[in-house]
């Protein structure tokens, strides 16, 4: 019987390691992805807040002051507590309509997200 001698392919050793390396890339990408997407969750609560303002402003037939002051967003004599720090304000006529078009940026940790409001309809989106 003679000496069998394989050199083409993995060893099973090779191949745990490669496949220990995936894994480990793998369960660190969701990681680093919530991270980044946890400044769209807060610009997105931003701007349902600030939706909210506006068809209250249409409901009700009267302007809708809302200020954004740090962590705090005041409006309609309620006070909300924002997860980021944003400067500005906003006011909404009676027909929905802004005073003036304006871009919100709010800062969080490391991230940076801003907010479009236009003129005409009132109509916000996140950037």
């Given at each position: 019987?003679?000496?069998?001698?394989?050199?083409?392919?993995?060893?099973?050793?090779?191949?745990?390691?490669?496949?220990?390396?995936?894994?480990l890339?793998?369960?660190?990408?969701?990681?680093?992805?919530?991270?980044?997407?946890?400044?769209?969750?807060?610009?997105?609560?931003?701007?349902?807040?600030?939706?909210y303002?506006?068809?209250?402003?249409?409901?009700?037939?009267?302007?809708?002051?809302?200020?954004?002051?740090?962590?705090?967003?005041?409006?309609?004599?309620?006070?909300?507590k924002?997860?980021?720090?944003?400067?500005?304000?906003?006011l909404?006529?009676?027909?929905?309509?802004?005073?003036?078009?304006?871009?919100?940026?709010?800062?969080?940790?490391?991230?940076?997200?801003?907010?479009?409001i236009?003129?005409?309809?009132?109509?916000?989106?996140?950037?």
């Amino acid at each position: 019987m003679g000496k069998h001698s394989y050199s083409d392919g993995f060893t099973l050793i090779e191949m745990l390691v490669v496949l220990f390396v995936i894994v480990l890339c793998m369960m660190l990408f969701p990681l680093m992805h919530i991270r980044r997407q946890g400044m769209g969750i807060k610009m997105a609560s931003l701007y349902e807040h600030l939706q909210y303002a506006q068809t209250m402003a249409m409901r009700h037939g009267k302007e809708i002051q809302v200020t954004m002051n740090n962590d705090e967003l005041h409006y309609a004599d309620q006070v909300f507590k924002l997860e980021m720090r944003c400067q500005g304000e906003v006011l909404f006529h009676p027909n929905g309509n802004v005073d003036r078009a304006r871009t919100i940026t709010c800062h969080s940790a490391a991230h940076q997200g801003s907010l479009v409001i236009q003129l005409g309809s009132g109509r916000m989106y996140v950037r």
